[in-house]
């Protein structure tokens, strides 16, 4: 069965905090994504990444950074977490033939206080 | 630049009883769409796919239709459950691109 595992489901940090969501996928996909998810606002892009160590911006990435160091895992990182950035985050892998169907982790909501 | 719009924005249907979702898109050029359903505090599944030449789907209760003239899709679902409640998500896709965009979707509740 094909799997996208995100390291935590919750999270509460402290406003400045340094925050990493860790995502392992084991389908053997080029691609991953990083989405932020808002009541009334869907899913938004931050970064995807097409091969390892490559990155593009999203929609909206600032105050996020990424890295993809090995194929099956991508990671988001908040260097300096504020409270807007309180959300759901999901990521997302997909196979390189494209447009494919995009397989889903459960999520990270994270709360900034 | 791409556009979904989904309506209605939220829906209350009670057990058993039938309902359509709709999608407006903009993508172009189109190559496929998907519904995705999400439960809450869950990530999207796939439900069906739709490429250009279809204009039917069906996947158990839910049906999708699709006119790839008007850039129209519908979900149907039959005899809700109350599993059905969820957050459905259409997604279209423009060829040549793996990045897809997302409607912000329909909040079902399906209420016994």
């Known amino acids: 069965d094909v799997k996208v595992t995100q390291s935590s489901r919750y999270l509460v940090k402290r406003t400045g905090e340094k925050v990493f969501l860790e995502c392992v996928q084991d389908?053997?996909?080029?691609?991953m994504f990083w989405y932020r998810q808002d009541p009334g606002l869907g899913l938004r892009l931050i970064y995807f990444s097409y091969d390892v160590k490559m990155k593009e911006k999203g929609d909206i990435p600032e105050g996020y950074s990424v890295s993809r160091e090995k194929k099956e895992r991508f990671s988001l990182i908040l260097e300096s977490a504020s409270t807007n950035q309180t959300s759901m985050y999901l990521c997302a892998s997909s196979p390189p033939t494209g447009p494919g169907e995009l397989f889903f982790g459960e999520g990270s909501r994270l709360t900034v206080l | 630049k791409n556009q979904v719009e989904q309506s209605p924005q939220s829906l209350i249907i009670l057990e058993g009883k039938n309902c359509t979702l709709q999608?407006?898109?903009?993508?172009?050029?189109?190559?496929?769409l998907r519904w995705y359903k999400q439960d809450t505090g869950r990530g999207p599944v796939s439900l069906t796919i739709?490429?250009?030449?279809?204009n039917t789907k069906s996947n158990g209760r839910y049906t999708a239709t699709l006119d790839a003239d008007t850039k129209q899709s519908s979900l149907h679902i039959t005899a809700s459950q109350l599993s059905d409640s969820a957050s459905y998500i259409c997604?279209?896709?423009?060829?040549?691109?793996?990045?897809?965009?997302f409607g912000r979707g329909t909040s079902l509740i399906v209420h016994p």
């Open positions: 389908m053997d996909h080029e691609n």
């Open positions: 739709m490429t250009f030449s279809e």
């Open positions: 999608c407006n898109y903009t993508v172009s050029p189109f190559s496929n």
């Open positions: 997604v279209p896709q423009s060829g040549g691109s793996y990045i897809p965009t």
